[in-house]
């Protein structure tokens, strides 16, 4: 009898698990830590739906890689048994690496080093502990194995990490905006000399696809409450590292004042079980102790985002003055007691960028009934033209009221 579990999704309702390897790697304690992990860090605070996790996340993006997979064949692109199960692996995998709290502590934990290096890391070192059986998922992951569209499936402009994602945050947001019609697009989905394209009856879609990307991170990803949220996380954990550098028994001994403290720097690799033990909660429990610490600004900041009293923020289109960040400073310098250097914690500046669609980047290309190909900013009257191609920058200040 074929092997064959199912689970249930809230999002595309029963997500099948058809091979014991796929199972034994989502069974494996590396890969259940991402149940611990938010896929929308903070965005809790302002949407309290907003709760559901990497390990939902991963899912939904593999079960759409069944879907995508089975399409393509359906269409005559070659793929084999094997590829199948390695493509599904790699998606499966592919966000394995997020640190807590996902892409609001992306190189705050561990300097210079991102998700996706870590993901391989991890990656490499499951495929040894499996015998090598995930070492066609790794070069679909790296983009080196010689099919390209399946690299293309796992990361690009019109992946179904992507599509997952937006479907997914729009559910558990409840921001309609962000919904769209990732079912027609899979079903367009086609593979031509080698590429991952889609056909011309699906246009309007991809379309559709790129506006609610871009309209769930104004209003969602990049909202400035969200924002201020998640800058408030980042400021504590350094706030943290430069006390704990400065005086290490100032922090109590965990597996995130080893990483704040950079034990682990350098050979990341020898060090990705100890890696695997956090996850939010560590961040949560190390915030919470932090409450009561001696130091007014670690405890000001860890107290304002445990009760939510956080960061106001304001964003517009044209750089903060210093003028008014300079008074901003002074007041909060003086509000709460503190000196120039505390206050950096207190009043900051930043920008925010989010960018529709890069044609310079992995490009989304119409197949059309003629056998022409076009990238979709070139589609005559197409709405993704130069307008929605150049990247949208914001600029903002966060202060304690």
């Not at 995508?68 to 592919?94: F, S």
């Not at 015998?131 to 070069?139: I, K, M, Y």
């Not at 106001?312 to 909060?332: C, F, G, M, R, Y």
Request: proline share 3%.
């Amino acid at each position: 009898m074929p092997f064959r579990k199912i689970i249930n999704d809230p999002v595309y309702g029963f997500i099948t698990i058809d091979h014991p390897l796929i199972f034994d790697i989502i069974a494996h304690p590396w890969y259940q830590r991402l149940r611990r992990i938010k896929q929308m860090a903070l965005a809790h605070l302002v949407y309290p739906g907003a709760v559901h996790t990497r390990l939902h996340h991963s899912l939904g993006a593999y079960h759409l890689m069944c879907n995508a997979l089975q399409v393509l064949k359906e269409k005559g692109a070659p793929i084999t048994g094997d590829e199948e199960t390695a493509a599904k692996i790699a998606i499966l995998l592919h966000d394995i690496g997020h640190g807590p709290f996902s892409h609001a502590l992306e190189n705050v934990i561990m300097k210079d080093m991102h998700h996706e290096d870590m993901s391989l890391l991890l990656m490499q070192e499951l495929n040894r502990e499996f015998g090598g059986q995930l070492q066609t998922a790794l070069e679909i992951f790296t983009n080196i194995y010689p099919k390209r569209f399946l690299h293309q499936l796992v990361s690009g402009q019109l992946d179904v990490d992507r599509m997952d994602y937006l479907t997914r945050d729009s559910f558990f947001t409840g921001v309609s905006e962000g919904v769209i019609g990732y079912d027609r697009i899979i079903k367009m989905l086609v593979v031509h000399n080698g590429e991952l394209m889609v056909e011309e009856k699906a246009i309007y879609s991809i379309e559709k696809f790129l506006v609610a990307r871009r309209l769930m991170y104004w209003q969602v990803y990049l909202h400035k409450t969200v924002l201020g949220a998640e800058m408030g996380l980042v400021k504590i954990l350094e706030r943290a590292r430069q006390l704990g550098l400065e005086n290490s028994n100032s922090l109590a001994e965990s597996t995130l004042r080893s990483f704040l403290l950079n034990e682990y720097a350098g050979d990341m690799a020898r060090h990705v079980p100890v890696f695997c033990e956090l996850d939010d909660t560590d961040v949560v429990a190390a915030i919470k102790s932090w409450c009561h610490h001696p130091d007014r600004v670690l405890s000001l900041l860890c107290r304002g985002l445990m009760d939510r009293h956080l960061y106001k923020v304001k964003l517009q289109n044209t750089p903060i003055k210093e003028e008014e960040t300079a008074h901003l400073k002074k007041s909060a310098g003086e509000h709460w007691g503190v000196g120039e250097e505390e206050v950096s914690y207190l009043v900051f500046t930043g920008e925010a960028e989010n960018r529709t669609y890069n044609p310079f980047d992995e490009r989304i290309n119409i197949l059309f009934k003629d056998g022409t190909v076009k990238d979709i900013s070139k589609v005559d009257n197409a709405l993704i033209q130069q307008n929605l191609s150049a990247p949208v920058k914001k600029f903002y200040i966060c202060y304690l009221k």
